[in-house]
C-alpha cells in the first residue's frame, strides 16, 4: 500500500500563487507516476498535473503555463507550484500515485487539500 499526506492548500486572491505538496509512504519503489487531480462542486474530477518514474511530465490544458509539478530524488514527495490562480481553479485537489503490483495497477490517493481563489 502506498500513503499519501497533501498539505498547503488555503485561499488566495486571483493572480496570486500557492503551493501544494504531498508525501508519499509504503510501497514508494512500487510507484509509477505521481500526480494532482481537481474536483471543483458539482463536476467531475479532472486531471491537473503528473510527474512519471523517469521524470516525464504532463499537464491538463487548463493549467498548462501557469501551474508546476515536481518531486524530490528519492521519489517520496511532489510538489505542484501554483502561479497566476484564477477563481476557476477554486477544487478540492487530490494527490494520486499509480502503484504497480505484480499483477496488476493500483491508485492511491490522499485526503484532498481546498484550494480557494476569490477576490
Known amino acids: 500500500q502506498v500513503q499519501l499526506m497533501e498539505s498547503g492548500g488555503g485561499s488566495v486572491q486571483p493572480g496570486g500563487s500557492l503551493t501544494l505538496s504531498c508525501t508519499a509512504s509504503?510501497?514508494?519503489?512500487?510507484?509509477?507516476?505521481l500526480g494532482w487531480y481537481r474536483q471543483a462542486p458539482g463536476k467531475h474530477r479532472e486531471l491537473v498535473s503528473v510527474i512519471t518514474d523517469l521524470g516525464s511530465t504532463h499537464y491538463g490544458s487548463s493549467v498548462q503555463g501557469r501551474f508546476t509539478i515536481s518531486r524530490n530524488n528519492a521519489k517520496t514527495a511532489v510538489y505542484l507550484q501554483m502561479d497566476s490562480l484564477k477563481p476557476e481553479d477554486t477544487a478540492v485537489y487530490y494527490c494520486?500515485?499509480?502503484?504497480?503490483?505484480?499483477?496488476?495497477?493500483?491508485?492511491?490517493w490522499g485526503q484532498g487539500t481546498q484550494v480557494t481563489v476569490s477576490p
Open positions: 494520486n500515485a499509480d502503484v504497480q503490483y505484480e499483477t496488476e495497477l493500483i491508485d492511491y
Open positions: 509504503g510501497d514508494i519503489d512500487r510507484i509509477n507516476a
